[in-house]
């Protein structure tokens, strides 16, 4: 009888009452064939694999994390509540010990969800990893997170919860924006002031296949990870860089997936995005259970893998070379990147629009954020949305230091006078205020 190498937990949720139409990629049959095969290669009889039940996320798990405009109820369905709750759940097992790995297969995803919500983007509403990270950080205390997002549209959302934050590494792999949804994630967005460099952006070229995307993961992504030194390894595990997929152009393989997983052993992986629902994520999916389980996995292949099919050219060879080598230069000139960038400031702004494509709407932003040595700094967030909604905001981080700490409570009350909906984030203490 099969024993598992590492004990690991998985949970299924495929949101039977949840879809965005009866015909969209984003439905319940994407985890059912997933479901169906597990069953199929007698998965879950493997000694050391163990399925948990799904959870309920709370509304102060989400508030945690994000602003939801008006408010979570308004926003967020149950079936969001969880698939946050399920990886929650297995982040639960991961910290007591329970287990060693933890693959939440879920749905809806998360990553393209930011810190404010006006509604859904890129088939996302709240950020799934990003709920799950900060409720381990509160219950447990765990502090340096890596997230490397696979999925084959950059993470906007993730990235944009953790720009601020030194503590999260943020590791995107994707296909380049120029080509693709949502038209982000290049190499120069580096992070915020105060954790510049702890984004990293990998935007691989269409038609990279597996020996692209490992060639990324040996050369780049696992020395950051063993310079970064993470408690938590989180992968974002997209599947929509297979092959067949029907809204991406890459060459990724269920073997690639499988030893993408392998190599970068996340402590635990969330399912994202991935469309090809017979010919891609039975696949890729079992390749993953597996690797993360520590055993054989060579014999799962596509019915029509071809690898000679799917061989990158040597201009696509070529370039996730150089992009690596220079993306890898960043991270190692990060210090000096910040230094130059803050000289002088006391406070660093930004203004950007977000479109929520899902739902058809406009939001602009600006923010302005604390420049501080010690921590991710207190941030005055404006929002503005095309539907009438307003809102002003101060963010204080997790482990934001005495004084942002400090200033980001004064600054709030300060703003009660302006008469706009008014927020508070203070993760610090671990609490959402809306006046």
Same mark, same amino acid.
């Given at each position: 009888?099969?024993?598992?190498?590492?004990?690991?937990?998985?949970?299924?949720?495929?949101?039977?009452?949840?879809?965005?139409?009866?015909?969209?990629?984003?439905?319940?049959?994407?985890?059912?064939?997933?479901?169906?095969?597990?069953?199929?290669?007698?998965?879950?009889?493997?000694?050391?694999?163990?399925?948990?039940?799904?959870?309920?996320?709370?509304?102060?798990?989400?508030?945690?994390?994000?602003?939801?405009?008006?408010?979570?109820?308004?926003?967020?369905?149950?079936?969001?509540?969880?698939?946050?709750?399920?990886?929650? %759940?297995?982040?639960?097992?991961?910290?007591?010990?329970?287990?060693?790995?933890?693959?939440?297969?879920?749905?809806?995803?998360?990553?393209?969800?930011?810190?404010?919500?006006?509604?859904?983007?890129?088939?996302?509403?709240?950020?799934?990893?990003?709920?799950?990270?900060?409720?381990?950080?509160?219950?447990?205390?765990?502090?340096?997170?890596?997230?490397?997002?696979?999925?084959?549209?950059?993470?906007?959302?993730?990235?944009?919860?953790?720009?601020?934050?030194?503590?999260?590494?943020?590791?995107?792999?994707?296909?380049?924006?120029?080509?693709?949804?949502?038209?982000?994630?290049?190499?120069?967005?580096?992070?915020?002031?105060?954790?510049?460099?702890?984004?990293?952006?990998?935007?691989?070229?269409?038609?990279?296949?597996?020996?692209?995307?490992?060639?990324?993961?040996?050369?780049?992504?696992?020395?950051?990870?063993?310079?970064?030194?993470?408690?938590?390894?989180?992968?974002?595990?997209?599947?929509?860089?297979?092959?067949?997929?029907?809204?991406?152009?890459?060459?990724?393989? %269920?073997?690639?997936? %499988?030893?993408?997983?392998?190599?970068?052993?996340?402590?635990?992986?969330?399912?994202?995005?991935?469309?090809?629902?017979?010919?891609?994520?039975?696949?890729?999916?079992?390749?993953?259970?597996?690797?993360?389980?520590?055993?054989?996995?060579?014999?799962?292949?596509?019915?029509?893998?071809?690898?000679?099919?799917?061989?990158?050219?040597?201009?696509?060879?070529?370039?996730?070379?150089?992009?690596?080598?220079?993306?890898?230069?960043?991270?190692?000139?990060?210090?000096?990147?910040?230094?130059?960038?803050?000289?002088?400031?006391?406070?660093?702004?930004?203004?950007?629009?977000?479109?929520?494509?899902?739902?058809?709407?406009?939001?602009?932003?600006?923010?302005?954020?604390?420049?501080?040595?010690?921590?991710?700094?207190?941030?005055?967030?404006?929002?503005?949305?095309?539907?009438?909604?307003?809102?002003?905001?101060?963010?204080?981080?997790?482990?934001?230091?005495?004084?942002?700490?400090?200033?980001?409570?004064?600054?709030?009350? %300060?703003?009660?006078?302006?008469?706009?909906?008014?927020?508070?984030?203070?993760?610090?203490?671990?609490?959402?205020?809306?006046?």
């Amino acid at each position: 009888m099969l024993k598992a190498v590492n004990r690991l937990g998985i949970i299924f949720f495929p949101a039977f009452d949840w879809a965005i139409s009866p015909t969209h990629p984003e439905r319940e049959e994407r985890l059912l064939y997933t479901q169906d095969q597990v069953w199929e290669e007698g998965i879950l009889d493997i000694e050391g694999i163990t399925e948990y039940r799904p959870a309920l996320a709370a509304n102060a798990d989400v508030s945690r994390v994000h602003i939801c405009v008006p408010d979570v109820e308004s926003r967020v369905t149950q079936s969001h509540l969880i698939a946050a709750g399920s990886a929650m %759940a297995l982040g639960d097992a991961w910290a007591s010990k329970e287990v060693d790995k933890a693959f939440a297969i879920v749905r809806p995803p998360g990553h393209h969800a930011m810190r404010v919500v006006h509604g859904s983007r890129g088939f996302c509403t709240i950020n799934i990893e990003a709920v799950m990270i900060e409720h381990l950080r509160d219950k447990y205390g765990v502090k340096r997170v890596a997230v490397v997002d696979t999925d084959c549209h950059h993470g906007d959302g993730t990235q944009d919860i953790y720009w601020h934050d030194p503590n999260t590494l943020f590791i995107s792999l994707h296909q380049d924006g120029r080509t693709l949804y949502p038209g982000s994630g290049f190499p120069e967005e580096l992070g915020g002031p105060n954790a510049l460099g702890y984004t990293l952006n990998v935007p691989l070229p269409p038609g990279t296949s597996d020996d692209g995307f490992l060639y990324a993961l040996e050369h780049l992504v696992m020395p950051v990870l063993a310079e970064f030194k993470p408690d938590l390894i989180v992968n974002s595990a997209g599947q929509d860089n297979h092959y067949t997929d029907p809204l991406t152009n890459m060459g990724f393989s %269920a073997q690639g997936y %499988a030893r993408l997983n392998d190599i970068l052993s996340p402590d635990i992986a969330v399912l994202e995005g991935g469309y090809s629902i017979e010919g891609a994520l039975p696949y890729v999916n079992v390749g993953i259970l597996l690797a993360m389980a520590g055993l054989d996995y060579s014999r799962v292949k596509e019915p029509d893998f071809d690898p000679a099919l799917l061989r990158q050219s040597g201009e696509v060879t070529g370039y996730v070379k150089k992009l690596c080598a220079a993306v890898y230069e960043r991270w190692k000139n990060r210090e000096e990147t910040r230094r130059q960038e803050v000289k002088g400031k006391e406070f660093s702004e930004r203004r950007r629009g977000v479109y929520y494509d899902t739902d058809g709407i406009r939001e602009e932003q600006r923010e302005r954020t604390r420049v501080c040595e010690k921590c991710g700094g207190w941030t005055e967030l404006h929002s503005s949305a095309d539907t009438g909604e307003r809102l002003t905001a101060v963010l204080i981080p997790k482990f934001a230091c005495p004084r942002c700490a400090t200033e980001g409570r004064q600054a709030f009350n %300060a703003l009660k006078k302006n008469g706009r909906r008014l927020y508070l984030q203070d993760r610090a203490k671990g609490k959402l205020i809306n006046s």
